[in-house]
């Protein structure tokens, strides 16, 4: 033990007065071992290296009519229109236009996938989204998922149950449609809520992008 | 005191928190056990008694589309309908968080276009309740009916009552089979129970 006052003041030194104390107890070898294994325990323990290996996941670019799995759905991508107003689904509003991806999903998860988290896994990565009539980012417009078999709103996606949807998104009409659009299709995790304890889907990451032709919405 | 006992200490102190970890991580903890919800089992046209009330599953029908009232639902999968009644007991009570368990494990939930309750039942006043849940054909038979007495918690710390539905392989393929409209009604009141 340093009996040195200077020298308990530094960080350095306090440490080696801390470890002085097990001295008689446990050596210092020993108490590096047992340190570093607490250290790897710790570190595999709450899955730190697992996280920073799902941080390098590149995700993949897919054709229209590829399936892509994105826990908890499979989705099928198929085509992208837009249109001006869409009868029943979206009335004509001055300033602008509607995009409409069709596609098939399915829940493949053991338990019902509700309506928000069915849009929450799907991004247009496209400029002049709108929202309420304001301009967002991609990342703040959810779409609209409607049912095509009734043309109703999308209530929750059942397990194993395989549904035609439709998302729709609003875009400002400041110029000529885009020749094509990116639909990207986001993952994610089902965990408990740290914060009320509430287990939910969580942590969206981006599976995979559809690049679509954008055509004109047929007249029927 | 030798080179050798503090190592050997060690060890042996290192070894028992290991052991004693293993064995915490397989003994359910004090909040796990508190929120295990309290089941009571049935099965079709039997009564069952939640804290809130009184249940019955009258039948089980299924069909690819389904009209409640304005709605008309057509599905790419089969509609269950449940048919039950509930009278409750002491206070209004509602049903809601009802779910479908497969037999596999699988849930499925009460969703638009069709009602997610049966709604409020009054004390005393028995109402029957017609409740769509849509399924793929293979979660159809040994389905469980889940009902929670209360919506908050999801059963957890709750009464939960399970009724096998007596849905065989055989009934499956025959519910499976129907594709003509089901008409049903969401909630109907069937009158005053006289409490003895």
Known sequence: MSADPARRREPGGRVTTF????????????????AAAALFAGVGATGGWEGAQARGVVHDSVTAGERVTAD??????KKAFAADAIP??????????????????QNTSPRPVDALTAAASFRLETPGLLRAGHPVSSEAAPPQVIRTLDATALGALQPG?????????????????????????LGHTWRTSSLDGSSRW??????????????????? | MSNREPRLTTAIVVGLL????????????PDDLARRPFVTVGTLGSSLRLRTGQLQVERVQASTTVRQGGITAPTSAHWLVVTLTFTADREP???????????????????????SSCGVGQPGITIRCALPFELPSDAVAGAI????????????????????????????????????????????????????
Request: aromatic share 4%.
């Open chain 1, 19 to 34: 470890l002085g104390l097990f001295t008689e107890v446990i050596d210092r070898r020993t108490l590096a071992v047992l």
């Open chain 1, 202 to 220: 969580f942590d969206p990451v981006t599976t995979a992008t559809v690049t679509l032709p954008l055509a004109p919405l047929p007249a029927s």
């Open chain 1, 161 to 185: 149950v395989e549904q035609n949807l439709a998302l729709l998104w609003e875009q400002a009409d400041s110029g000529a449609a885009p020749a094509e659009v990116t639909v990207a299709v």
């Open chain 2, 145 to 196: 009916l889940v009902v929670p007495a209360e919506l908050l918690g999801g059963g957890e710390g709750d009464d939960v009552a399970e009724i096998d539905l007596g849905i065989t392989a055989v009934t499956a393929a025959d519910l499976t089979a129907v594709t003509d409209v089901l008409t049903v009604e969401a909630v109907t009141v069937v009158g005053a129970q006289v409490r003895s």
């Open chain 2, 93 to 115: 009570a509602a049903l809601a968080g009802m779910t479908i368990r497969a037999a596999d494990g699988r849930a499925y939930s009460l969703t638009r276009p069709f009602r």
């Open chain 1, 72 to 77: 908890p759905l499979t989705v099928t991508v």
């Open chain 1, 88 to 105: 029943t689904l979206a009335p004509a509003r001055a300033g602008s236009r509607f995009i409409l991806v069709t596609l098939t999903v």
């Open chain 2, 18 to 29: 290991a052991i004693g970890s293993a064995v915490l991580s397989h003994i359910p903890a």
